[in-house]
């Protein structure tokens, strides 16, 4: 009676029936299997492909898609709230309670245009519980759970309505129709301060590693580069932060010097840190067309 099985069901209310017969099997033998791993080791997850909003070359029939959250990445792995690195966000009891002991993957999410926010309550040990009471949950996957987009999608569904939490939301999302929908949606979400769109393959199957069958769609480009130097500024930005030179993963050095606060110019980003740029496609010699600073990588 005190089986992993009998005490995963009760937890996700089979026994009153709240969830169809099939999503109570399928959670309870996935939960079996996810026990059945080290749960101190973060499983890889699925990473998404960039898809160029102006010339779509994808078959997108069949896809879903999602407005895009600006926030923090969570991984919840039966136990913990992680970081996509592993690391420990110390949410409050009562904000990870109603979580089960299947991994299930989400954005934690205050709003748009909100990620400095949110990213400085996740990195918090100790953040207040006001803070946390602004912070919602917006599940979008099963990571590494057996079955398609659309079989995950139906059992996470399920799973959310039947605990009835407000801080514990399913990810909005809509079937694909034409690629001039999806551009005009596209538009009408970043000119309300969206960040852009997701893009699930409903017949995908989830994979550790980065895949079509996971896009992301933004009206700009976006990209990863690590500082090498803080150039000092002239004219006005005397004594401050005139640009940063980066190096990307290719190993190609470019300045940064546009998209800086007059308070981040004074305080930048330290040599050795990750940034996060914006850009308009690259020259021939590889480098960004006019890069201009987005934010520091917080992958705590």
């Known amino acids: 009676m005190n089986s992993p ?80 690195q592993g690391n420990l966000i110390h949410a409050p009891e009562w904000f990870i309670q109603s979580l089960p002991n299947i991994a299930m993957e989400g954005e934690l999410w205050i709003g748009r245009q909100q990620f400095d926010r949110v990213s400085g309550i996740a990195r918090q040990h100790k953040a207040t519980d006001l803070d946390w009471r602004s912070v919602s949950f917006y599940l979008f996957d099963l990571p590494h759970y057996p079955g398609t987009f659309e079989q995950r999608r139906t059992v996470l569904e399920e799973w959310v309505n039947s605990i009835n939490e407000s801080h514990i939301n399913a990810v909005a999302v809509s079937a694909f129709k034409s690629q001039i929908a999806l551009e005009e949606q596209l538009l009408s979400w970043t000119k309300k301060g969206a960040e852009g769109i997701m893009l699930y393959r409903g017949a995908g199957l989830y994979q550790a590693k980065r895949t079509y069958d996971l896009l992301k769609l933004k009206s700009y480009e976006d990209a990863e580069a690590r500082v090498i130097e803080i150039l000092p500024g002239k004219g006005k930005y005397q004594g401050m932060l005139g640009a940063l030179l980066v190096e990307d993963s290719n190993g190609v050095r470019f300045r940064v010097g546009s998209g800086f606060s007059d308070a981040e110019r004074k305080t930048p980003p330290e040599v050795g840190s990750v940034i996060t740029y914006r850009f308009n496609g690259k020259t021939r010699y590889g480098k960004p067309r006019f890069a201009r600073f987005e934010r520091i990588r917080n992958d705590f």
Do not use: M
């Open 5 to 84: 099985f009998i005490k995963h069901v009760a937890k996700l209310r089979c026994a009153s029936h709240v969830l169809s017969s099939i999503t109570c099997f399928a959670l309870s033998t996935y939960a079996l299997q996810v026990n059945a791993t080290d749960l101190n080791a973060l499983p890889p997850l699925q990473l998404a492909e960039s898809l160029d909003h102006a010339n779509l070359q994808v078959d997108l029939n069949g896809y879903w898609y999602a407005e895009k959250l600006d926030g923090v990445r969570g991984y919840w792995d039966g136990k913990r709230l992680l970081t996509r």
